[in-house]
């Protein structure tokens, strides 16, 4: 290494003073063009790491976020299942249930039909699942009908009013109307 040293030195030393300026600067530009290269090629990797520290950041809050929101809805999720697995009822309760939403809002007089539709249940995911039944009144005024769907829907009953379905009966005043009821519970089996 020391005769190469001693070599360019003693080669340099033996050109003329116009020669060595040009060597010299030759030399301190390609050095400086080194420099540049070296300086800027680390200054732009600094620039996409933090670039990419900024992305991860965003990418770890949205996880944060998400995870939050996942926290949530589990927490929603378990609150519905254990709400649904509180309401099961047999048809005799939710047969009860419904009388005293007739009576109540219709009073003790009044008939009605109550029985359930189908014998098969509708599935609701993979754990729960919906039964239908019917209520039928064969004369009802539409005052009547709204009291009974006000108190339906006011009523801390687990069960759900779905379709509602009114004919109008030969006298103008009362109407042939069906309820159709609905109760979740859990599948069996």
Known sequence: MKTYKKKIIAQFEALNPRERLVVGLSF???LGVLVYFGVSYSLESTRIKAAKKTVRQGDLAEIHYLL????Q????????????????????QIT????KFVKKSLGADVKYDFKRRGQNATSLGDEF???TYVLSLNSITLDQTVKFLYNFEQGKSSLTMGKVQMARNSSQDSFRTTF??????????
Do not use: C, P, T, Y
Request: glycine share 4%.
């Open 180 to 189: 159709d009821i609905f109760s979740v519970r859990r599948k069996e089996g």
């Open 68 to 71: 939050k929101q996942h926290a």
């Open 28 to 30: 301190f530009g390609l």
């Open 73 to 92: 809805l589990e927490k929603k999720l378990n609150a519905v299942e254990e709400a649904f697995s509180n309401a099961e009822m047999s048809f005799e």
């Open 129 to 131: 699942e919906k039964m």
């Open 96 to 99: 009860s249930e419904v009388d």
